[in-house]
C-alpha cells in the first residue's frame, strides 16, 4: 500500500454547482465548504479563491475558516481513520511498537493516507480508555490491549494468512 502522493482532481462542474447554489450568501460560508467537503472529501486549497469571489469574501477570509475547523481537512483522508494513542499508559504498555507495526502493516507514516484512500494513519494523547492501553481506534471503534498478533489480524493483506 503505497502513500497517496498527489490530492485526486475533482469535478469542478460539480464544485461550481455547490457554490453558486450559496453564491453572494456570506453567511453561507461554512455550510458551503462543509458541502464541498462531503462532496469531496476534503477542501482543496485550490477551490478557496473560488469560494471567496463567489461569496464576495477575500480568500483570506475563507482560509482563515477553513484552517480553524479541525473537521476541516485541506488534504484527501481515508475512509478508515486510524488513531494510534502515544500517551502515557500506553507508552509504558508497548504503544510505540504496537505505532511501529501499523505503521509497517499500511506503509504509512504518520499523517500519511493511502494511496487508494483505503487509510489515513494518525497519533492521538490519550483515547482516554487508559485501562484498554495500548489502544488505537479505526474510526469510531476502539481497540484495546493492542499486540503485535492484533495488530497483523486488523490489517491482514489480501493473500497474506
Ligand atoms: S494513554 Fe492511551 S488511552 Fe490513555
Request: glycine share 6%.
Amino acid at each position: 500500500m503505497a502513500k497517496l502522493k498527489a490530492p485526486p482532481e475533482i469535478d469542478l462542474e460539480r464544485l461550481n454547482e455547490i457554490v453558486n447554489e450559496h453564491a453572494l450568501k456570506r453567511w453561507a460560508l461554512i455550510p458551503l465548504v462543509q458541502e464541498v467537503q462531503a462532496e469531496f472529501g476534503f477542501i482543496p486549497p485550490r477551490v478557496v479563491p473560488i469560494i471567496a469571489n463567489k461569496l464576495h469574501l477575500f480568500p483570506s477570509e475563507v482560509q482563515g475558516v477553513v484552517s480553524f475547523y479541525e473537521q476541516l481537512y485541506t488534504e484527501p483522508r481515508g475512509r478508515n481513520i486510524v488513531r494510534v494513542c502515544r500517551g502515557t499508559a500506553c507508552h509504558v504498555r508497548g504503544g510505540k511498537t504496537i505505532l511501529k507495526l501499523v505503521k509497517r502493516q499500511l506503509e504509512l507514516e504518520e499523517n500519511e493516507t493511502s494511496e487508494d484512500l483505503e487509510y489515513t494513519l494518525e497519533t492521538v494523547a490519550c483515547l482516554g480508555v487508559c485501562a484498554l492501553s495500548p489502544t488505537m481506534v479505526i474510526n469510531n471503534q476502539v481497540y484495546g490491549h493492542m499486540n503485535p498478533k492484533k495488530v497483523k489480524e486488523l490489517f491482514k493483506r489480501e493473500g497474506e494468512s
